[in-house]
């Protein structure tokens, strides 16, 4: 029997999402692991539906990694995104747009600590102020990247050149949406949907023609956990929280994950290379593992962007099953060209897509 | 004494009520928001701790009510009232002499604990559920067949401050037990759990009733509060808890997920309350003169408070309750 | 297959999973003791425990673990307890609990051989 979600309560949580003029922060780590993601994001914006976005070089990181790692204290980060919004206020913007869930966490934390201890914002501009010299205000209204994709998703779904359906059997494509923790369980009214119910990935999927899946651990973390990953003798139990939601999932027969967070799409997306070398299991189809797309990446190739343009040759896990699903064309011999058709190098081959590896190695050499 | 009073609400407390004053000689009329007399009595199948048919107490009331010709105005709702009028939702208006608040509770929507999923996973249950669907004769998963593990989870909407609910109610627990018994009856080959913070057996033979559930009809009580349920792949609930007795994180499927729901003020009780100069409690429900020496009065004279419009309580404390309130509307009568 | 050796293996659960325990040998215990399931968790039972006020046993504990289907490590456990019966003395709803001592060890122990 098949579970698909059935979701009531997600229309009861809604929040103002701007319709245009964007001030957008990136995130740190997501350059590095899914490199076409955030580019997809400002194309899309721009290209596909005519809006404006200010991509500012001069903004910089929110310090959330370092935050929930107890490096960073709280004076601090609140100082950084006063900051982010000076920079923003300068530029003469009000939308702010967070294209990473811990700094939208943050983000939302931050605003939250102000609005209830008033004391804690003045400090705040007072430190700004005397370190830069700037002011700020706070913006008209904040939202995670997705909240604008999810916004658009009935514009995208008019443009889509792809749907989520399997081409093979005309079957809707049976996604595993995964939020990640600080987009709502921290403050579940600034989730779409909530946090039990989350509707904003599941809302693109759904009108882009795929359907979620329901299974036991849908709401368990991946297991990032920040300081739990960055020290090496804690990893088992980081990679143990992926294994337990892939382990739950994978009866499903899932035909991708989408991932709403920069920690969770590297997380699913690497712990699977890793528990397949480990331990030789894999939870996709014909011995591989289940793709892992970020929100841009699905919203990309529903608008009928080259796979390679949104840089999905940097996946652990192999895409090109899923490209055939949905009917993609691309050319295998481009995957690992660059921009300028640059050989960019190929990785090793791995349990994971289904080849056995290359070598006996051990990592801590 | 040619006297009216107004008693609002048609339940068990109201129909106790109208009984005791009619006996008084005092003239009541029950004015009742539904069809018919009975209220949350009318759902339910036994009554613990005796197995007494609730139809049982209902039907007798009702006769009762029949026989000595009390005024009942049944699909009437109403809008305010004070000591000496009420108001009806239709805009008529009711001259007497007191009124007794009789209207009871609202039991608590599960759905708004999201994470039970109930109202989305087929086989997530209120214990209002299964008393209908004991009285109907059949109980069974949402695919017919029958249960081979049950959960019942006490305090949900009750002792709860995310759901604004921060009162016990009470009942819940004996409940609880109750069905479990009435369960495990049904299916003797199926494992039954109770998931508890704590049990709070505070009625006569309650105890005794607890003990053996737990002695006499293997029912496992696991002290600890599942934090979610998700659906499984065959249509099962996944649960989780903490075993607090044994420190460890529990979890299982089961067929039936049960969740015990509380009592929760009526909704209404707010407009109401400001309209007669009530006080509400902190739970909502409507707060007694004075909690010892005064429990079936209001702040206002000429007011009186009979069952769980004022706190969470079993039938057997309502229709005490409903007695003594009557009493005090005829000595004030007598007063006045 | 060859596999690579990170410098961490994945975490196992800890979470007592009702779905695997085999359920057999409490079931048996219990039908032959159906009291056991009248603990209402109050440890009385450990506070006078001789053997748990030097040793790390804890009698409810280890019960409860075993109504859940735990068994490692539950009749090495059991094999503190002295048999002294304070527990017997104390406990509020009467349960033999010297017996249940006797009964474990029995079960588990013919379980292991």
Redesign the interface.
């Known amino acids: 029997m098949m579970a698909t979600m059935k979701r009531k309560s997600w229309s009861e949580y809604q929040k103002q999402i701007a319709d245009d003029r964007y001030y957008y922060a990136r995130s740190c780590i997501r350059q590095n692991f899914f490199p076409g993601s955030e580019k997809a994001f400002i194309d899309i914006l721009r290209g596909d539906l005519g809006r404006d976005l200010l991509d500012d070089p001069k903004h910089s990181s929110c310090t959330g990694i370092g935050y929930h790692s107890d490096i960073v204290p709280l004076e601090t980060i609140m100082t950084v995104v006063a900051r982010q919004f000076a920079m923003m206020t300068e530029a003469g913007y009000e939308n702010f747009v967070s294209s990473c869930i811990t700094s939208f966490g943050v983000y939302t934390e931050v605003l939250a600590t102000w609005h209830e201890f008033p004391e804690t914002e003045e400090r705040t501009r007072e430190y700004l102020f005397k370190a830069t010299g700037r002011e700020f205000r706070k913006p008209a209204s904040l939202a995670h990247t997705s909240d604008v994709m999810f916004h658009f998703r009935e514009e995208i779904a008019r443009k889509a050149r792809h749907r989520l359906v399997n081409v093979q059997t005309g079957e809707p494509l049976r996604v595993v949406e995964h939020i990640g923790c600080h987009y709502a369980k921290i403050f579940p009214k600034s989730g779409i949907g909530g946090c039990e119910f989350p509707y904003v990935l599941a809302g693109m999927v759904e009108s882009w023609g795929g359907e979620c899946v329901d299974y036991p651990e849908r709401r368990h973390c991946c297991g990032f956990g920040f300081r739990n990953y960055l020290v090496q003798a804690n990893r088992g139990y980081s990679i143990a929280n992926s294994h337990k939601k892939l382990e739950s999932m994978a009866p499903y027969k899932p035909d991708f994950i989408v991932a709403n967070c920069p920690g969770c799409a590297m997380f699913l997306d690497k712990w699977q290379y890793a528990i397949a070398e480990m331990e030789g299991t894999t939870y996709g189809e014909n011995g591989r593992g289940i793709p892992v797309l970020t929100y841009e990446e699905m919203a990309g190739l529903v608008l009928g962007y080259d796979p390679w343009a949104l840089g999905m040759q940097m996946h652990q896990v192999d895409v090109e099953p899923l490209l055939d699903k949905m009917g993609i064309e691309y050319d295998p011999a481009a995957k690992y060209l660059g921009r300028n058709g640059k050989y960019i190098g190929k990785p090793a081959s791995a349990v994971v897509n289904a080849c056995p590896p290359d070598a006996i190695y051990d990592i801590r050499e | 004494m040619n006297k009216r009073v107004i008693v609002i609400g048609g339940g068990a407390a109201g129909m106790q009520a109208a009984l005791r004053l009619k006996e008084s000689g005092v003239e009541p009329t029950i004015v009742e928001r539904e069809a018919e007399t009975g209220g949350k009595l009318r759902d339910w199948y036994v009554l613990f701790p005796s197995f007494t048919p609730a139809a049982d107490v209902l039907g007798e009331l009702r006769r009762r009510v029949a026989e000595r010709h009390i005024e009942v105005m049944t699909s009437t709702g109403v809008k305010s009232f004070t000591s000496r009028e009420v108001t009806l939702d239709d805009g008529r208006r009711l001259a007497c002499d007191a009124v007794v608040l009789a209207t009871g509770f609202t039991l608590f929507d599960a759905s708004l604990k999201e994470e039970y999923g109930y109202g989305l996973y087929d086989n997530v249950f209120t214990s209002a559920d299964i008393e209908r669907m004991l009285s109907r004769g059949r109980v069974a998963k949402a695919d017919g067949s029958r249960p081979r593990r049950i959960a019942l989870l006490h305090c949900v909407g009750s002792r709860d401050e995310k759901v604004c609910q921060q009162h016990c109610s009470r009942v819940c627990c004996i409940t609880g037990v109750k069905q479990a018994m009435e369960l495990k009856k049904l299916f003797p080959e199926a494992d039954v759990f109770n998931f508890y913070m704590d049990i709070r057996m505070f009625g006569p033979g309650y105890e005794e009733m607890y003990r053996e559930a737990q002695q006499k009809y293997n029912i496992h009580f696991v002290r600890g509060r599942i934090s979610e349920a998700s659906p499984t792949i065959d249509g099962r609930v996944q649960i989780k808890a903490e075993d607090t007795l044994t420190g460890r994180p529990l979890r299982m499927s089961v067929d039936m997920l049960v969740l015990l729901v509380g009592m929760r003020a009526n909704d209404d009780n707010a407009a109401l309350a400001e309209g007669a100069g009530l006080r509400r409690a902190p739970s909502g429900f409507i707060a007694p003169r004075n909690l010892f020496l005064g429990n079936v009065e209001s702040d206002a004279a000429g007011i009186f408070l009979a069952g769980t419009v004022s706190a969470p309580k079993n039938i057997g404390e309502t229709l005490n309750e409903a007695t003594a309130a009557a009493d005090a509307a005829v000595e004030y009568l007598k007063r006045s | 297959?060859?596999?690579?050796?990170?410098?961490?293996?994945?975490?196992?659960?800890?979470?007592?999973?009702?779905?695997r325990n085999n359920?057999r040998k409490s079931d048996e215990i219990?039908r032959e003791m159906?009291?056991l399931?009248?603990c209402?968790?109050c440890g009385s039972c450990t506070a006078v425990c001789t053997a748990g006020n030097l040793t790390s046993f804890n009698f409810?504990?280890v019960h409860?673990?075993i109504?859940?289907g735990?068994y490692q490590g539950a009749y090495e456990e059991m094999n503190k307890c002295m048999l002294c019966g304070k527990c017997r003395l104390v406990c509020p709803?009467g349960i033999n609990t010297r017996g249940v001592a006797m009964l474990i060890k029995r079960k588990l122990g013919d379980n292991r051989s």
């Open positions: 297959m060859a596999t690579i050796n990170f410098g961490y293996t994945i975490s196992k659960p800890r979470a007592i999973d009702m779905d359920l219990l159906p009291e399931q009248a209402i968790g409810r504990r409860t673990l109504r859940r735990e709803r």
